[in-house]
């Protein structure tokens, strides 16, 4: 089957998912309004409830002021009197607001407001006999049963005004509870419809999602033999790096050999010739003197050179004296050729042959690059132990560089890593532009080339 058939054939579960949705959003709509209206009505007599109970609540709190002060006559008794005066004030008028909103309330809510005015008056009136040392007229006020008739009648309308705020508060239950079963039941239709709608859909595409499974397969082989290749061309191409890189060593090692035995043997005999020459010439001519003085020199000059040569190729101080003692040589060299400070650290590590000639390698290439570029003031070079492994590091003071922005020509820095990766060890480069820069290596140490 193919996809332009399937794609097809999928059209035929959107109308039916259209109509599921629309089902859906109209019957949310329909429940979220009814709801919200509900549950606003809800949150109002829930309100106004709150404040008739706090209304009450501060009443007899005034009260209890009001009776400590007349008993004691001492004005902190006062001090509740006073904050439930200032709070009834602040319910009083959220009260009227609220009972604004349903007009059949609006003449007990009035009612209510007016007692309690009174009722605060006359404990006013008596508080400020009190002040007056009038203890006649406010004993007077106290034993009538005017305040508590006052506050019986205050008493029976909050209960009628509390009792119809629970009717309403039903009925907005009511609605809400009516609201969720119109919502649930359309959204049990609409559920029906879309699982439909799935079943239709689901039907349809599965033969689209076997088809994409199948390339999906294809691709993943594909993929994994890709993949595969690579790592073997890659395996390939390291292998074949390593082999080269060990002939050209080897090639180095050999040459090294036969100038020092070939041209070393040579030279031997020029200088013995030399030597004879000097026992059977008469010296005293200048001439001839200053020509085999000449030739003397020229013969040292050939000699040094070919020492020279001999030690780029392969140090011989490496075979003969080991790491530590190459690495002093070299340094000492650098230092006096590149008129540069170098302090070392060269603690005798336990290396392969071929990892003491990586090491020995990273740092002449790395002296090599300060020489040419880094314009550095100070080198530090260091050889120590890191647990199983041996760490060679190269620091300089110089202008440094970015890492990640080397040109591509750079063959030094990536034949350096090679080398170390090729041991099992791992390079790290730390550098930035007027930082200077760091080139350290770990080696594994020699038996233990396997531990990380």
């Known amino acids: 089957m193919s996809w332009a058939a399937s794609l097809r054939k999928l059209a035929i579960s959107w109308p039916l998912a259209l109509l599921a949705a629309l089902l859906l959003l109209a019957v949310n709509e329909a429940g979220y309004l009814g709801s919200r209206e509900a549950l606003q009505s809800l949150l109002r007599s829930h309100a106004e409830r709150s404040l008739l109970e706090q209304l009450q609540t501060e009443m007899l709190n005034a009260e209890t002021g009001q009776r400590g002060f007349l008993l004691m006559g001492e004005e902190r008794y006062l001090q509740p009197y006073t904050r439930a005066r200032a709070r009834i004030g602040r319910h009083m008028e959220a009260l009227q607001g609220s009972c604004s909103a349903h007009p059949q309330e609006r003449e007990d809510c009035a009612l209510l407001l007016q007692l309690l005015e009174r009722r605060l008056g006359e404990m006013d009136t008596t508080i400020g006999l009190r002040r007056q040392d009038n203890e006649d007229a406010w004993r007077f006020m106290l034993s009538t049963d005017e305040g508590q008739q006052r506050m019986d009648d205050v008493r029976t309308v909050v ?11 039903q009925e907005a239950s009511a609605a809400i509870d009516q609201s969720l079963t119109l919502s649930r039941a359309g959204i049990a239709v609409g559920a029906l419809l879309s699982l439909l709608a799935f079943y239709v859909y689901r039907r349809q595409a599965r033969a689209l999602q076997q088809a994409q499974l199948r390339e999906q397969q294809i691709l993943e082989r594909e993929r994994a033999r890709l993949e595969q290749l690579v790592r073997e061309r890659t395996a390939s191409l390291s292998e074949l790096a390593r082999h080269l890189q060990q002939v050209r060593e080897d090639e180095r090692a050999h040459l090294a ?37 000449h030739l003397s020199q020229t013969l040292n000059s050939v000699i040094a050179l070919k020492r020279d040569i001999i030690e780029d190729l392969h140090p011989s101080s490496l075979t003969n004296l080991g790491l530590t003692a190459s690495l002093e040589v070299l340094t000492s060299e650098f230092a006096a050729s590149s008129q540069l400070p170098v302090q070392t650290h060269l603690e005798t590590v336990a290396l392969s042959p071929t990892a003491q000639l990586t090491a020995y390698r990273l740092v002449q ?32 003071d110089g202008l440094g560089f970015h890492p990640q922005q080397l040109p591509a020509h750079t063959h030094g820095l990536f034949g350096m890593r090679h080398r170390v ?28 080339a396997g531990t990380t």
């Open 421 to 448: 990766e090729a041991e099992g060890g791992v390079l790290q480069i730390d550098s930035a532009p007027g930082a200077g820069t760091v080139v350290s290596a770990t080696l594994p140490l020699a038996g233990s």
């Open 257 to 293: 050999r036969e100038l020092h035995d070939e041209l070393g043997a040579l030279l031997t005999a020029a200088k013995l010739d030399l030597a004879r020459l000097r026992a059977r010439i008469d010296l005293s001519v200048p001439e001839k003197a200053e020509r085999l003085e």
């Open 159 to 169: 209960a009628r005004m509390i009792d119809r705020n629970a009717t309403r508060s």
């Open 365 to 396: 290439e790395a002296l090599t690059n300060i020489a040419k570029h880094a314009r550095a003031r100070h080198v530090e070079v260091r050889v120590e132990r890191d647990g199983a492994r041996a760490r060679v590091l190269v620091r300089d």
